[in-house]
């Protein structure tokens, strides 16, 4: 019998500016509230809401707000929906 996985997980890269943002992050609180933010986000890339503006030309941003642990993550995602880049975190 085969084995069955739940569907696969997007993989999370930062820009530059969230990655210089998560090296500021320094409470073990905060980091544990992004990791779980981050596992919804590449379980379920369009969990996020769409943020107005921007053109059709490139990856529309999407904002998700955790309010139960005060983090808020602004990202995009590919084209084929396997990366998840991460341009903005706020904890």
């Keep these: 019998m085969a084995a069955r996985y739940g569907p ?3 993989r999370i890269a ?4 969230a990655a210089q943002q998560l ?10 509230a992004l990791d779980r933010a981050l596992v919804v986000i590449s379980v379920d890339p369009e969990v996020g809401e769409p943020i107005p ?10 904002q ?3 309010e139960v642990e005060s983090v808020r993550v602004l990202y995009f995602v590919t084209a084929l ?4 880049v991460v ?4 904890v």
Excluded: C, K, M, Q
């Design 23 to 32: 090296a500021n992050i320094t409470r073990e609180a905060e980091v544990h």
């Design 81 to 84: 929906r396997t990366v998840v």
């Design 8 to 10: 696969r997980r997007a």
């Design 64 to 66: 998700y707000t955790d």
């Design 87 to 90: 341009a903005y975190i706020e």
């Design 14 to 17: 930062f820009s530059d500016s």
């Design 53 to 62: 503006g921007g053109g059709a030309a490139g990856p529309r941003l999407r």
